[in-house]
């Protein structure tokens, strides 16, 4: 099968997102014996043109200013978009959270043509302007933070290009269920899978630690991912226990943890081999959203090195995560309830580590990108065959 995925952003040249997992799938879809195209917008020479049997194609990057108006209006980006969906000729388009590059207006022409699209919604943006909690009155919080950016028919444009495609794939059922009341259809689940034979435990906790430069006398947390407060920054700096450490993977500014102070070790930047080491030194994983975090993929990588989570009781890593078997669920806006946990981890080294070896069986047997790609290839069969169908009858 010929495949066309579509994202606004692939690494290295964003680490993180959406853009991700388009890239693993993609990878997972061109081991599997297809035929898989990427477009995505960027620079000239930052991709080449063809890399592990992927061919990628690329259009110009434009800046986040206006966005949301171009997303729905910009016919030349639609065109361009368009431009390589003709030269490519796909059986199938597979887009990811298209928040701010792509657009949405190649859609309908794109199904018109008899090309089926599917989509991965990988948060809200389809339907909210940031984040949200899964109750969260997001018109108005939508309304306060944009002001004259907002574009009162950008959810209306979008949600009426995204109910053209065969499925809008969620990651996680709380994501679904909350796009669900914004009016979205074909909504089904689908978790993301990852690669199990890359992301596992890359050396000891002792060895990785020497690697690192970090005492092995001490507890150490890995806080992992964009950082900032709805991501649970000010809720981890309230509540890491004296004599603990906080290894932050990500860019945290100066300043942001103001209580742990030189607790806080920060590994800005890092690659899949960078943090494969991090979660091996760690002795457990933070994932302590604020909001609706539709699927961290924290969760499952820390889960595959061998890591328990203690994650956020908000959005889909209660999903992941079994509470109290591979990791704990908590509240986050909690402070004292996470610090407890997190005193109880210290405390329970034994247990941790038990937590840990769970999570990792419980990955090989749910989370593998095996598993995902056979799912996917299932709703492709079902778009296609349903395409192929509505075709038929147009003739007859």
């Known amino acids: 099968m010929r495949i066309l995925q579509i994202t606004d952003d692939l690494p ?54 206006f966005a949301h108006f171009r997303s729905v209006f910009d016919r030349t980006r639609e065109n361009e978009v368009l431009a390589v969906i003709k030269q490519v000729n796909p059986q199938i388009i597979h887009a990811h959270g298209l928040a701010w590059q ?12 008899g090309i089926p699209c599917v989509y991965t919604a990988h948060g809200v943006m389809t339907a909210a302007y940031g984040k949200v909690l899964e109750h969260h009155p997001h018109l108005s919080h939508d309304l306060k933070t944009m002001r004259w950016e907002f574009n009162p028919l950008r959810n209306f444009m979008i949600r009426s290009a995204l109910n053209r495609c065969a499925s809008v794939i969620c990651v996680s059922d709380a994501l679904r269920i909350f796009l669900a009341g914004t009016g979205l259809l074909h909504l089904v689940t689908l978790h993301n899978g990852i690669d199990l034979a890359t992301w596992k435990e890359s050396a000891s906790r002792d060895e990785a630690r020497k690697r690192l430069n970090l005492p092995t006398d001490k507890c150490c947390f890995l806080f992992a991912g964009r950082i900032g407060h709805d991501k649970g920054s000010t809720a981890l700096d309230l509540s890491l226990p004296d004599k603990s450490l906080l ?6 500014r100066d300043g942001m943890f103001h209580r742990i102070n030189d607790r806080a070790r920060v590994f800005p930047h890092q690659s899949p081999e960078q943090m494969r080491l991090l979660y ?11 909001y609706l975090d539709p699927f961290p993929t924290v969760c499952l990588e820390a889960m595959a090195c061998s890591r328990p989570v203690i994650a956020t009781c908000f959005g889909g890593a209660r999903e992941a995560v079994q509470d109290g078997v591979t990791g704990w669920l908590v509240n986050p806006q909690d402070t004292q309830a996470l610090g407890d946990r997190l005193q109880w981890c210290m405390d329970h080294p034994d247990e941790v580590r038990a937590a840990g070896r769970n999570a990792r069986e419980h990955m090989e047997r749910h989370f593998g990108i095996d598993r995902y ?14 395409a192929k169908g509505s075709k038929k009858g147009m003739r007859q």
């Open 12 to 65: 290295p040249a964003v680490l993180g997102g959406s853009g991700r997992i388009a890239w693993e799938t993609a990878i997972g879809l061109r081991s599997a014996g297809h035929d898989v195209h990427i477009l995505t917008a960027a620079e000239d020479g930052v991709f080449p043109a063809t890399e592990d049997g992927i061919a990628i194609h690329t259009i110009p990057l434009r800046g986040k200013r």
């Open 102 to 113: 792509m657009g949405y207006r190649w859609i309908a022409p794109s199904t018109t043509l």
């Open 247 to 252: 290894l932050v993977a990500g860019d945290a």
């Open 280 to 290: 091996s030194a760690c002795d457990a994983a933070i994932v302590p959203s604020v």
């Open 373 to 386: 790609i056979e799912r996917l290839l299932s709703i492709y069969a079902e778009a296609t065959g349903s």
